[in-house]
């Protein structure tokens, strides 16, 4: 795994623990609402775009340690691929063998 490729592994990290630390607090609001906001997980450590999605749908999401939700256009094609298209936003898989298993890794998985 190249520089490059271990840099936005690490940026798409940080971005799921946020999201998973933002999904705790609006779970306390899941009778209100079954959505969820969260952050464009995609590799560019400055992106603040928001991705909304169903509570179930990011229980799917996160189901695999080696997907991340980008808004649509935020994948790194050479990296990843899009696994999903969903409402505003795709689910994206890493490509290389090194890169899943450092983001199963950081994941705790």
Same mark, same amino acid.
Not at 76 to 96: A, F, I, M, P, T
């Given at each position: 795994?190249?520089?490059?490729?271990?840099?936005?592994?690490?940026?798409?990290?940080?971005?799921?623990?946020?999201?998973?630390?933002?999904?705790?607090?609006?779970?306390?609001? =899941?009778?209100?609402?079954?959505?969820?906001?969260? %952050?464009?997980?995609?590799?560019?450590?400055?992106? %603040?775009?928001? +991705?909304?999605?169903?509570?179930?749908?990011?229980?799917?999401?996160?189901?695999?340690?080696?997907?991340? =939700? +980008?808004?649509?256009?935020?994948? %790194?094609?050479?990296?990843?691929?899009?696994? %999903?298209?969903?409402?505003?936003?795709?689910?994206?898989?890493?490509?290389? +063998?090194?890169?899943?298993?450092?983001?199963?890794?950081?994941?705790?998985?």
């Amino acid at each position: 795994m190249d520089e490059r490729d271990r840099r936005i592994a690490e940026n798409e990290r940080v971005f799921r623990e946020v999201n998973e630390r933002l999904d705790s607090l609006q779970r306390a609001f =899941a009778s209100v609402t079954d959505r969820v906001s969260l %952050v464009c997980e995609c590799g560019d450590g400055t992106c %603040v775009a928001q +991705v909304e999605m169903t509570t179930r749908d990011y229980e799917e999401l996160r189901a695999d340690p080696t997907q991340f =939700a +980008v808004v649509r256009g935020h994948d %790194v094609g050479d990296l990843e691929q899009v696994v %999903v298209s969903r409402d505003g936003y795709d689910v994206v898989r890493k490509r290389s +063998v090194g890169a899943r298993r450092l983001a199963a890794e950081q994941h705790g998985d």
